[in-house]
């Protein structure tokens, strides 16, 4: 069974992406922010509450621009279980999302993230460093804002 979640391609004003480097990662890799859905959760809901919950970004200072028709689907090195529920991976929706703010409207999650960054895309090779990472990322790219490449 996979659990079902959201990333977000979180763009700025110079459609430099912003990457987020998670407590439970190495300091040199990082991922795009997101995470799972609770429990009758919507997609765009769960996307609202992860940004909030991982960076402090409130849901006025973003505009969620289009959803990607691509699922991304992985396998968790080990299984994990949630809610009572053994799961092997997660499936997420992502989706296409313009910040508004300015930095300081970024209050990171001290025990989620340790830091983030504003990378142009032709850069993400410095940082999408696990498996399979960087393709999936472009190819979400590609299809959500090919403008950026």
Known sequence: MYRKGVVA???????????????????NFYSIPGGGSEKGE?????????????LGIEPN???????????????????????GKEYIGQEKECFLVKFKGIESDIKLSKNEVRKYLWSDYKNLYEYLLFEEQLDSIQTFIKELCPQIL
């Open 42 to 54: 919507s997609s765009t809901d769960t996307l609202k509450r992860e940004i909030f919950e991982e």
């Open 61 to 83: 200072k973003i505009s969620i621009i289009k959803k990607s028709n691509t699922i991304y689907k992985f396998n968790f090195q080990v299984p994990t279980i949630k809610d």
């Open 9 to 27: 391609i979180i763009l700025n004003n110079q459609n430099q992406i912003l990457l987020v480097n998670l407590t439970n990662f190495e300091e």
